[in-house]
């Protein structure tokens, strides 16, 4: 079982920038599936992004060209730098690893 810690959430005005961070409590080196997923208000869960084996890296198309997922397999940890941020971003943002996640970060985007 792997615990998970996100942090880096906020407020920030719509064209900012965040990055969100996943601590890990156990190496993820050997995990083959990492990543995000992000929940808004009144509506399901739905993937962000994705890196498959070491960097196999996936997106959904809505945030193609603005986020960038990365792992540090030294420290533990996955990374989504997100960038030309919309109100339509604004949610809880969930790491997962494999099939454990974690408890989610608020970021809002608003002016």
């Known amino acids: 079982q792997v615990q998970l810690v996100e942090s880096g959430g906020g407020l920030v005005q719509p064209g900012g920038s965040l990055r969100l961070s996943c601590v890990a409590s156990t190496s993820i080196s050997n995990i083959y599936n990492v990543g995000w997923y992000r929940q808004a208000p009144g509506k399901q869960r739905e993937w962000v992004a994705s890196?498959?084996?070491?960097?196999?890296?996936r997106y959904a198309d809505f945030v193609k060209g603005r986020f960038t997922i990365s792992r540090d397999n030294v420290k533990n940890t996955i990374y989504l730098q997100m960038s030309s941020l919309k109100p339509e971003d604004t949610a809880v943002y969930y790491c997962f690893a494999s099939t454990n996640w974690g408890q989610g970060t608020q970021v809002t985007i608003s002016s």
């Open positions: 890196i498959l084996n070491r960097d196999d890296t």
